[in-house]
C-alpha cells in the first residue's frame, strides 16, 4: 500500500485546494501518472504517483483544502482494478437499512434523497453528510456554477433552517429569497484570494504613486512594420511585438535608476543587480506574473520567444513556480483590452510597474505643424519610499526617448 502526499512546492506553500481528482476509487495507475490537481497560491499542481497499481482510496475530496505532507490517497500494488467497485456501490445501501429504524418524519426524505441523489453531481462527502442529516441533495443549493454539490454546500443547507428560528421576526428571510434570485454568489478560487490579499496589502503598506507620460509610437510601429517579417523568417517562426521594444526599453531605463530597480527588505535597501522582467499574463482564472530572466542579455527574439512561451504555459496552467518567483520589475499592458490610461498596482514586493495602454491617434504639435500621430499613454506606479520624483520622471521619460528612437535601443543594449 503506497501512500499519496501532498508534495513539498517552495518553501512559501504550505497548502493548496483540490481541483479534480483524474482517478477514482477503483481506477488502476501507473506510476508516475498524474492523479490529481492541486491548486495553490500560486500555480497548480500535478500530483503523481509514486506506485503502480490501484486507487482504493480517497482521502480528501475536491474542494477540500489539505496541507504539504499531508496523505490524500492510496495505492494498493496489488489489488485489482474491480475490487473497489462493490465497495463504493454498497453505500447507498446503508441509509435504506437503517430508514425504518427512525422516526417517521425524516424517514421520507431519506428514500426520497437515495432516488434523487443518484441523479445529481455531488462529491463522496457530500453524499455522505447529505445521508447522516436526512437531506435530500436535490434540495440543496450548489455553489459550484457547473452544479456539483460539495459538503460544504450539505453543511450550509443543513444549518440554513436554523437561522430563521433564532429570529424573532418572521418578516427576515423575505429579504434573503429576494437577494438569492438576484445574486449568484460564486466562491474565489484560491488564487483570486490570494491575489485580492497580496494587491491590499500592497495597498496597505507602500507609499504608491504613479506618474504619467506619453509616447509618440511612429518611429517603433515603422520600423516593426518593415522588419517582422524578416524578423519572424530568421527566428522560427517568433513574431517581433512592442513588448521586445519595451522590455529592452525598461532594461536600459532599470540601469540608469537602480532604485527602481530594488526592494525594501526591513530597515534596508536591496537594489537588484539582476533584471528580472515579469509581464502580466491574462488567463481564464486572473491575472500572473511569469518572469522574462536576465532580460539584459537576451536579444529582441529571445525576449519575444521567452513571452510567447510563458503566456502559453500560463493559459494552460502549465506555470512552474520558478516561472513566478523572483522577479525584480513588472511589465502590464492594458492596452490590449482598450484601456487608454491607468494607475497599476506595484507587484509584491518589488518597488515599480510600467503599465503600458491603447494606441490611439491624436493630434500632435510636431514641429510647428499639427499631425495625427499614434500615441500611447504610459504610467510608472513607484514606492516613493524608495523611488523620489525625480527618479521615477527620468525613468519613465527615458523609456519614452528609447521608444521614440528604437534605433537607441541597439546603442543600450
Known sequence: MADIIVPELAESITEGEIVRWVKQVGDSVEKGEFIVELETDKVNAEIISEEAGVLTEILAQEGDVVEVGAVIARVDANATGAAPAPKEEAKPEAPKEEAPKAAPAPAAPVVEETSSNE????????????????????????????????????????????????????????????????VEAVKMTRRQQTAARKLLEVSQN????????????????????????????????????????????????????????????????????????????????????????????????????????????????????????????????????GSLMSTPIINGDQAAILGMHNIVKRPIAVGDEIELRPMMYVALSYDHRIINGKESVGFLKMVKDLIENPEDLLLEG
Do not use: C, W
Open 119 to 182: 441523479r445529481i453531481i455531488a462529491s463522496p462527502a457530500a453524499r455522505k453528510l447529505a445521508r447522516e442529516k436526512g437531506i435530500d441533495l436535490a434540495a440543496v443549493s450548489p455553489v459550484d456554477p457547473q452544479g456539483r454539490v460539495r459538503v460544504q454546500d450539505v453543511a450550509a443547507h443543513g444549518t440554513a433552517p436554523a437561522a430563521p428560528a433564532a429570529q424573532a421576526t418572521p418578516a427576515a428571510p423575505a429579504p434573503k429569497a429576494v437577494d438569492d434570485s438576484r
Open 206 to 337: 507602500t507609499a504608491m504613486l504613479t506618474t504619467f507620460n506619453e509616447i509618440d509610437m511612429t518611429a517603433v510601429m515603422a520600423l516593426r512594420s518593415r522588419k517582422k517579417d524578416a524578423f519572424m523568417e530568421n527566428h522560427d517562426g517568433t513574431k517581433l511585438g512592442f513588448m521586445s521594444f519595451f522590455t529592452k526599453a525598461v532594461t536600459a531605463a532599470l540601469k540608469k535608476y537602480p532604485a527602481v530597480n530594488a526592494k525594501i527588505v526591513g530597515d534596508e535597501i536591496h537594489y537588484n543587480k539582476f533584471y528580472d522582467v515579469g509581464v502580466a499574463v491574462s488567463t481564464p482564472d486572473g491575472l500572473v506574473v511569469p518572469n522574462v530572466r536576465d532580460t539584459d542579455r537576451k536579444n529582441f527574439a529571445e525576449i519575444e520567444a521567452d513571452i510567447a512561451e510563458l503566456a502559453v504555459k500560463a493559459r494552460n496552467k502549465k506555470l512552474a513556480l520558478s516561472d513566478l518567483e523572483g522577479g525584480s520589475f513588472t511589465i502590464t499592458n492594458g492596452g490590449i483590452f
